[in-house]
Structure formats: structure tokens, C-alpha cells
T-cell receptor, first 112, second 113 residues
């Protein structure tokens, strides 16, 4: 089945640093989504991307939908303690069901 | 308004027992999804309901897993004869329709001893 390869698996950074994570796939995706999950909660949508090449920002977060439709990245600038959590990429495959395919997650830890 | 709710929040059961997990979607959302999240992993699709259409069951891992959605609202995921490998967090999501953002519930943590 379709798989998303997300990296890095974990990041340990200092408060104020910028963060970058990415996802790649061997399949073409119709949409790319980035979620954040905190302990004991379900994932919450951060950014949604619908067109190849699209670059979208949401506050300190920026994400891009790769031109090949097979990759996406998420950047977080000037990290703060509340950015701690697990970040997941997800997407809808072309001609697939409406189910989401998820990456394995990037666990972000911030040292104050 | 209220988000997606799930119950119970935690369930511990013995191997071989049946369990039922409940999901209350956001009112008015026609699409409902079940996902499974194993420890340290991403979410794995299980089943999808859209309105009155036949559900997409393509993600169910075995015939021990089944789900119903009654009256287009509440959904129940049933796991029969539970096995230790069924231990995971089971997440439910709903969306206005199949093409809109999915909102997730907090999940049910299932532990099979």
C-alpha cells in the first residue's frame, strides 16, 4: 500500500531555533496535510496543501507541496516551548479513497 | 461546539474477550473514519463511512474487526477475540463530507493483556 516516509524521527532543539521536517512517497498524492499531536489527544490539522508547488504559511509554520506531488516539507521558525509534540504528514492518494495515509511522525523536543 | 468524542478513554481487557469502542462525531458531519495508532507510529486507516454509502472497509486488519454507524451518527468499532497485537490507540475522526478537514477525537487506548 501507499507509504509516507517522514524524517527525522525525532529532533532535540533549543528554544528559538528553526525546525525542518519532510515527507516523501513513491506514490503521487492529491493533497498533503500536516498535523500536530499532543499527549492524550488526537491530531490537529496545522496546514493543508492542495496544489503541486503550493507554499502556505500559518503563523510561524510554513509548508510546501512538492512539484512532483511526491513530497512535502514543514518548517517551524523561532521555536517556542508549546511547539513540543509529534508532527505528522498525511495525504490523500490520487484516485484513492478518502482515507488519509500518515507518515511515522517527527517527535519534537525543545530545551528552554 | 462539541468536538468528536470517544469512549471509553482507556480500556484494559484480557486476550480473547470482545471489546466495543464508541465514537460520537461532530453533529452534521457525514463522513466518519476510524484509525489505529500503535506505539510510536503514525495512524493506520481502518474504515470509512460516508452518508448512506457502503463503508470502505479496506483497512480492517482481520475479520475480527467490524464497525457500524447507526443513523448516520454514532459509530461503534468492535474487536472480537482480542489479541495482544490489537493493543493500540484507536482514533475516530469526522468531517463535513469526504473532501473536508478531518477532526479527530482523543482516542481510546486499548490494552490487551
Amino acid at each position: 500500500g501507499q507509504q509516507l516516509n517522514q524524517s527525522p524521527q525525532s529532533m532535540f532543539i533549543q528554544e528559538g531555533e528553526d525546525v525542518s521536517m519532510n515527507c516523501t512517497s513513491s506514490s503521487i498524492f492529491n493533497t498533503w496535510l500536516w498535523y500536530k499531536q499532543e499527549p492524550g489527544e488526537g491530531p490537529v490539522l496545522l496546514i493543508a496543501l492542495y496544489k503541486a508547488g503550493e507554499l502556505t504559511s500559518n503563523g510561524r509554520l510554513t509548508a510546501q507541496f512538492g512539484i512532483t506531488r511526491k513530497d512535502s516539507f514543514l518548517n517551524i521558525s523561532a521555536s517556542i516551548p508549546s511547539d513540543v509534540g509529534i508532527y505528522f504528514c498525511a495525504g490523500h492518494v490520487i484516485q484513492g479513497a478518502q482515507k488519509l495515509v500518515f507518515g511515522q511522525g517527527t517527535r519534537l523536543t525543545i530545551n528552554p | 461546539g462539541a468536538g468528536v468524542s470517544q469512549s471509553p478513554s482507556n480500556k484494559v481487557t484480557e486476550k480473547g474477550k470482545d471489546v466495543e469502542l464508541r465514537c460520537d462525531p461532530i453533529s452534521g458531519h457525514t463522513a466518519l473514519y476510524w484509525y489505529r495508532q500503535s506505539l510510536g507510529q503514525g495512524l493506520e486507516f481502518l474504515i470509512y463511512f460516508q452518508g448512506n454509502s457502503a463503508p470502505d472497509k479496506s483497512g480492517l486488519p482481520s475479520d475480527r474487526f467490524s464497525a457500524e454507524r447507526t443513523g448516520g451518527s454514532v459509530s461503534t468499532l468492535t474487536i472480537q477475540r482480542t489479541q495482544q497485537e490489537d493493543s493500540a490507540v484507536y482514533l475516530c475522526a469526522s468531517s463535513k463530507d469526504a473532501y473536508n478537514e478531518q477532526f479527530f477525537g482523543p482516542g481510546t487506548r486499548l490494552t490487551v493483556l
